[in-house]
Nanobody, 121 residues
Framework: EHLTEFGGGSVQAGGSLRLSCAARGWGYSTNCMGWFRQAPGRERERVATEYRGVGPAYYSDSVQGRFTISRDNAKNTVFLQMNGLTPEDTAMYYC???????????????WGQGTQVTVSS
């Protein structure tokens, strides 16, 4: 039972990346899935979360309008399409899952290993 992330990398400002996170061996634990990020010297912050495609997804103010979270329930996989990337988006991005959607990292019990996103100016 674990989360596996794919899709990080390096891109120039204005570019796009798509992250994916596959959950294996999970059931209700992945009702809520989403993405957090952590830049060096900064706290881990919630970027986007969604609850099985039900209701509106959450986006932080800093990514609203640029990032889109989506989900394939059949494959228990969540995606994060990131457009209009800026150097401020540079961070380690973590997939997270929990039976319910909380706001803080401590509200999520299950985490991926992280994938690095680096945006150069």
């Amino acid at each position: 039972e674990h989360l596996t992330e794919f899709g990080g990398g390096s891109v120039q400002a204005g570019g796009s990346l798509r992250l994916s996170c596959a959950a294996r061996g999970w059931g209700y634990s992945t009702n809520c899935m989403g993405w957090f990020r952590q830049a060096p010297g900064r706290e881990r912050e919630r970027v986007a979360t969604e609850y099985r495609g039900v209701g509106p997804a959450y986006y932080s103010d800093s990514v609203q309008g640029r990032f889109t979270i989506s989900r394939d329930n059949a494959k228990n996989t969540v995606f994060l399409q990131m457009n209009g990337l800026t150097p401020e988006d540079t961070a380690m991005y973590y997939c997270a899952a929990h039976p319910s959607c909380g706001r803080r990292p401590s509200d999520f019990d299950f985490w991926g290993q992280g994938t690095q996103v680096t945006v150069s100016s």
